[in-house]
């Protein structure tokens, strides 16, 4: 979906549009939780006619997407029947591709994570043995008498391009390059499959930013935020006005390769003394609170540049110690804010799995 200023992101009274209003309720639906919403609430928020959304409970209902929440107390008349997500409708698999690990969860739609493995991987083995490994995990994750699987999310290293499906110069791993890895998976699982970076997996991760309701002629929301992973590489997924940016060649967030240090020690990309090669030297040599320093710079760079509100932290070294990074980071961005307050820092709630999983969903409930 575009951002232009003109754009309508509420409800339109077109049959040609009813897959989107569809998702739209969905979409709400999803964000009330089990509370569920009523019809007139419904209306309202996404500018519909009170009919249109009756018909759309009609259909999404038959198809067993939604159900009766119950009902609540109404100034005078009847009770209003409240009616929720059914969660467990569908569900979807996320995998994250990690150049040493492999990780696959199976989720339902409202994200919760209903069966998971996870296992060593050798990125450098090269696309075969790494696509068999992928898919020994989904059949391990997948429940045939389950229901529908709307489709698999991969997570791989950068760079890639997410829309055509095909792997980039993997920074070590040159055997990937050109490799059409959405192509192969699908015709190897049979289902829909969606490629993307590990980094844009981890900002949408992070949670769906809330739309602006209601929707009908309302801008979208704004803001940036950002996702930072430091495991075995250092990257930025970014999320600008509620939207994970990509770039045109899918090249957007090569957060690791700043350049920090400009006489600093050669990076694997060739520059010197870039935030990765710095970062990751301060991890092999135990010094966390200097790695998350140097995160912070980068950081605080992206926060200038993008007037970033929120910075969140993932990737396995941030969870080894948590709390070193968001202190450590949190420090440098507010020695450095230009603009007050300085932007919130959190340790990502989900996995680059999950993530991937709810890129593969997004489409479902009308996002990008
Ligand atoms: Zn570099």
Redesign the pocket.
């Known amino acids: 979906m575009n951002r232009g200023s003109g754009e309508t992101r509420g409800g339109v009274n077109l049959p040609a549009l009813r897959g989107y209003n569809e998702a739209l309720v969905l979409d709400l639906l999803r964000a009330a939780g089990p509370a569920g919403r009523g019809r007139a609430e419904l209306a309202a928020r996404t500018g519909l006619t009170p009919q249109a959304v009756s018909k759309i409970m009609v259909r999404l209902a038959a198809e067993g997407l939604v159900a009766e929440a119950g009902r609540a107390a109404s100034t005078g008349g009847k009770p209003r029947t409240l009616l929720r997500l059914e969660a467990g409708a569908r569900h979807a698999v996320g995998v994250h591709l990690d150049r040493d690990e492999l990780r696959a969860v199976r989720v339902d739609l409202a994200g919760g994570v209903l069966a998971e493995c996870a296992g060593p991987l050798d990125f450098g083995a090269g696309p075969d043995a790494v696509v068999a490994a992928v898919v020994r995990a989904v059949g391990r994750v997948c429940d045939p008498a389950g229901p529908p699987l709307l489709g698999v999310g991969a997570a791989a290293p950068g760079p890639l391009d997410h829309r055509a499906g095909v792997m980039g110069r993997v920074?070590g791993f040159p055997s990937w390059e050109g490799f059409p890895l959405r192509e192969v998976l699908e015709g190897w699982l049979g289902l829909p499959v969606l490629l993307d970076k590990d980094t844009n997996a981890g900002a949408a991760g992070a949670g769906p930013a809330p739309r602006s309701w209601p929707a009908a002629g309302g801008a979208a929301e704004a803001g940036a935020s950002v996702y930072l992973h430091v495991a075995s590489g250092l990257g930025a997924g970014l999320r600008l006005d509620g939207e994970v940016y990509r770039g045109a060649r899918s090249a957007a967030g090569e957060f690791?390769?700043q350049?920090l240090q400009l006489d600093g020690p050669r990076?694997?990309?060739?520059?010197r003394g870039?935030?990765?090669?710095l970062c990751l030297a301060a991890v092999a040599r135990a010094d966390l609170p200097e790695a998350a320093r140097i995160v912070g710079e980068g950081a605080a760079n992206l926060v200038a540049l993008l007037d970033v509100e929120r910075v969140v932290l993932g990737g396995r070294v941030v969870a080894a110690a948590p709390e070193v990074f968001v202190s450590g980071v949190r420090a440098v961005l507010a020695a450095r804010a230009l603009t007050q307050p300085p932007p919130e820092v959190a340790v990502a709630a989900t996995g680059v799995a999950e993530g991937a999983a709810q890129l593969l969903l997004a489409p479902f409930f009308g996002r990008t």
């Open positions: 920074t690791g390769h350049v990076c694997r990309c060739g520059a870039c935030a990765e090669v």
